[in-house]
């Protein structure tokens, strides 16, 4: 038998040495808490795989995948929060799970044993954690072996089959490849010896699209030059509907910019009768003038993420006259960036964000 290499023996050692007092650690606090023992024990299990002759290779890689069974769950995040009892969720399930019982006008529940849930109940598991960023995990363009914890940075710098782009897009070229074929396309690349005027027409297009995004910002830095801005902070709150079968909406307490008394007001996925049977949600909001005017309002506004909120939301600015016969602004999307974002803002107690509002003089 062909001895060891010095490096392989002390990390066999280190995985020894982690997996005997993981177990040591799992038997020990079995008592105390069924969460951090699980956490503890997957640690071992984890240790041990690494141990496993063969594991890495792609036909020898089941142990690592049993591993991640253990919990469930495909593994897909790196946090992971637990019941009470000890359940684990993970970051994802664990916000739509709040988002749905929030839709349902439910207490949420773990999906195991049904105990009550919420964001002050539930901590997340470092030691689960811990475990699963050492789990391998199979990289999607070389399909080798790599520790969750390294796969991000493997993947988007290090794979030589990663999927890259020609450095000559500027100006037209679609071609996308692995990163291992870039060198050899862009030296037979056609784009760099066109003509001025095949080139013109590429980059007419690639004008237009930025003359787009230049549109928003510069009708932001428009409306900063206006003489009567006001902000402030808002906070949606929950409530229902009166109907037989009661919708969820979210309306702010009164708050006062420019001088004039408002309201905002906020729906999921338009008030459809279900949304939480869907898997896309949205939110739109409007805006209420509640104060009365003597003369026709108009007005640009904007809703932006609050100081304490980590959600992302696209600027986007909305133009409205309000008057006293017509003080209340059709429903607009709310601009967030997916369902995901959405699961975020109705899994939370209050939405907290920022209102920008522009008075335009004539």
Not at 114 to 138: D, G, T, Y
Request: some cysteine; aromatic content about 8%.
């Amino acid at each position: 038998m062909t001895p060891k290499p010095e490096g392989e023996w002390s990390t066999a050692l280190s995985q020894v040495v982690l997996g005997v007092v993981s177990l040591h650690a799992a038997v020990s606090t079995a008592q105390a808490s069924r969460g951090a023992a699980a956490g503890f024990l997957l640690q071992a299990l984890a240790a041990a795989t690494m141990l496993a002759p063969g594991l890495g290779t792609q036909e020898d890689c089941l142990a690592g995948a049993w591993v991640a069974t253990v919990i469930g769950l495909p593994l897909l995040a790196f946090d992971f929060h637990w019941c009470t009892n000890g359940h684990l969720m993970c970051a994802g399930c664990f916000i739509h799970l709040l988002a749905d019982a929030r839709l349902k006008e439910e207490q949420a529940t773990c999906p195991n044993c049904r105990c009550e849930i919420s964001k002050s109940l539930c901590c997340r598991n470092l030691a689960v954690e811990k475990a699963v960023s050492e789990l391998p995990s199979e990289c999607g363009f070389c399909l080798r072996q790599f520790p969750r914890s390294l796969l991000e940075r493997h993947q988007k710098e290090e794979c030589q089959d990663r999927v890259t782009q020609c450095k000559y897009k500027r100006i037209g070229c679609p071609w996308h490849g692995p990163f291992h074929e870039l060198t050899v396309h862009e030296a037979a690349c056609a784009h760099p010896t066109k003509t001025g005027n095949e080139l013109m027409e590429i980059l007419d297009e690639m004008d237009q699209s930025h003359r787009k995004e230049m549109q928003l910002y510069n009708s932001i830095f428009s409306l900063l030059s206006f003489e009567k801005i006001g902000y402030t902070e808002v906070q949606f709150r929950p409530y229902r509907t009166d109907d037989f079968i009661t919708r969820l909406y979210y309306e702010t307490p009164r708050f006062t910019v420019l001088n004039q008394t408002w309201v905002l007001k906020a729906r999921v996925n338009d008030s459809e009768r279900n949304p939480n049977l869907s898997c896309k949600r949205t939110l739109s909001f409007q805006l209420l003038l509640k104060s009365k005017v003597t003369a026709p309002l108009e007005c640009s506004f904007l809703l932006l993420k609050g100081p304490y909120d980590d959600v992302r939301i696209s600027p986007v600015i909305y133009h409205f006259v309000f008057t006293n016969e017509s003080n209340e602004t059709d429903y607009v999307p709310l601009p967030i960036i997916d369902s995901v974002e959405c699961n975020k803002l109705l899994a939370a107690k209050n939405i907290n964000l920022r209102l920008f509002l522009f008075q335009i003089q004539k």
